[in-house]
């Protein structure tokens, strides 16, 4: 589905039309947008109008309309109480899910869409959390400004024919099209009634490319504080929607400069003052969002969460392990495994996933491994394990050794490169030998355990680990090599020469 120009990229070239005839371009863009649901709002507009209700798309799903980049999740608000909701949508729809209605919203699936359903709202927040004391409201208006920004506060009434009339009270239209992210109220009151609004004020500065109002930015930086009134797993959520957008990296500046970061994520404010040891950066900070940058540019479809966090945080070990040393010079020796270390600790504390945390505490601990290989230089051995150590991985390691080369020296970097594809090209030869994959030893529990007469236990799994091992140093071996190899380990460790 194509949409209009992006908003923030609105003063260039043909983008530089009259503001009536955008805005006219915008909205003809989102009724095309929305004619592509037409099976699914005409018959829904026709239940609610019958019964004499008001239906809105509303929020997020306008916006997205407008920014021809709506998706199979669809947000309504009407004037009908959830019970009425249910029973207009009973027997049209495929499921029906009450879990929120306590706040007011109905979930339906319809065919291969989404569709949330909210009454009017008119809600008061505690300010000690972030869940409102619902009350339902009785107009559009005083629903759509209670929303969190300015573009998620614009309306379509969908009748007995589709989409029919565009609402936008608030104006949110015009700070769509400066690419601006405002509060229907004061930041101040916003934030205050829910702290979580200023992550993803942030968000969307990574998903839209858009900037946020200064007064914004100056509510932000007097009130991150606040966000410690909110659960950790609701600010993973919004953490990784932003780590997963089109422009990370402004977003993440925004959260470094407002103080944001130093509430949700130290480590990464932390890199600022650490000069890199190649003093090729002002700091690791600025090192690592290159990095980033470079890492999103070898994803080879979807935003790569693990690569992207890994890519962020590699380096966050530094200022832990940074000595200077005499003449002059900066180590930062072992800061792999520091690092790994403190993003176990950090991702755990924002309840990632277990895997997840592994996978990214993985790949910081083995990002500085391909430092060894230096001119070729590794032998099979080495290959194979740099290939059994990274896993599932692998593919994830092989672009993140790649992104960390930022350095301004042409030449170091094309020698890089090209020992990156030296590397690349012998794990290939190795894998269509052997295979690299699975490496295992040349032979299992049962040969062993019938080789050396022993029983399951301990020492099977030594055996194991050694011919494991001996694999990995030497690749495949002939069965009758391995068994000769197996019993002399075996003979040296039985007299205690092993």
Not at 6 to 16: C, I, K, L, N, V
Not at 75 to 93: C, K, M, N, S
Not at 124 to 153: E, Q
Request: proline share 5%; net charge negative.
């Amino acid at each position: 589905m194509t949409g209009p120009e992006h908003p923030d990229r609105a003063h260039t070239g043909s983008a530089q039309a009259d503001p009536d005839e955008r805005r006219t371009r915008l909205l003809a863009a989102a009724a095309i947008s929305l004619r592509g649901y037409s099976d699914i709002l005409v018959p829904l507009g026709k239940l609610f109008t019958t019964a004499g209700r008001d239906l809105f798309l509303v929020g997020g799903s306008v916006r997205d309309a407008v920014l021809g980049r709506l998706s199979n999740d669809l947000d309504f608000t009407t004037d009908a109480r959830p019970d009425e909701v249910i029973a207009l949508v009973t027997g049209w729809a495929d499921a029906i899910w009450d879990a929120g209605i306590e706040f007011g919203t109905v979930s339906i699936r319809k065919a291969d869409l989404i569709i949330e359903i909210t009454t009017y709202r008119a809600e008061a927040y505690d300010r000690v959390g972030r869940n409102p004391v619902v009350t339902f409201g009785d107009t559009l208006d005083g629903d759509l400004i209670r929303r969190d920004f300015t573009v998620n506060a614009m309306a379509v009434r969908i009748g007995p024919d589709g989409a029919q009339e565009f609402c936008d009270p608030l104006d949110g239209l015009s700070a769509l099209l400066a690419g601006i992210i405002d509060t229907p109220a004061t930041p101040q009151e916003s934030f205050d009634d829910d702290p979580l609004r200023m992550l993803r004020a942030v968000r969307f500065v990574s998903q839209l490319g858009f900037r946020l109002a200064p007064r914004v930015v100056d509510a932000i930086t007097e009130m991150n504080g606040q966000i410690e009134r909110i659960t950790a797993e609701r600010v993973r959520v919004e953490l990784d929607k932003l780590i997963c957008g089109e422009h990370p990296i402004d977003g993440l500046e925004i959260m470094v400069d407002t103080g944001l970061a130093d509430r949700v994520m130290p480590e990464i404010p932390g890199m600022k003052l650490t000069i890199d040891e190649h003093h090729q950066h002002k700091d690791v900070y600025q090192h690592s969002l290159t990095v980033l940058r470079q890492a999103i540019d070898l994803e080879e479809s979807d935003p790569d969460p693990v690569l992207r966090w890994a890519a962020l945080l590699h380096d966050i070990g530094k200022p832990a392990t940074r000595r200077h040393e005499v003449g002059g010079g900066v180590s930062f020796h072992h800061h792999e495994v520091v690092g790994a270390k403190m993003v176990r600790k950090r991702m755990r504390a924002l309840k990632y996933p277990k895997a997840m945390v592994e996978d990214v505490a993985t790949l910081v601990f083995l990002h500085l491994r391909f430092h060894g290989y230096g001119d070729g230089a590794w032998t099979d051995s080495a290959v194979r394990r740099y290939v059994t150590d990274a896993g599932d991985l692998l593919e994830r390691l092989n672009k993140l050794v790649r992104a960390d080369c930022t350095t301004r020296n042409k030449r170091r970097a094309r020698r890089l490169q090209e020992n990156y594809d030296d590397l690349e090209r012998r794990i290939a030869e190795l894998k269509a030998a052997e295979d690299l994959g699975r490496v295992r030893p040349d032979l299992d529990g049962n040969a062993i355990m019938e080789l050396l007469g022993l029983r399951p236990g301990r020492e099977v799994g030594e055996a194991w680990k050694y011919l494991k091992e001996l694999r990995l140093d030497r690749g495949p071996l002939p069965r009758e090599e391995a068994e000769a190899e197996l019993l002399r380990w075996w003979a040296a460790r039985s007299s205690g020469n092993e």
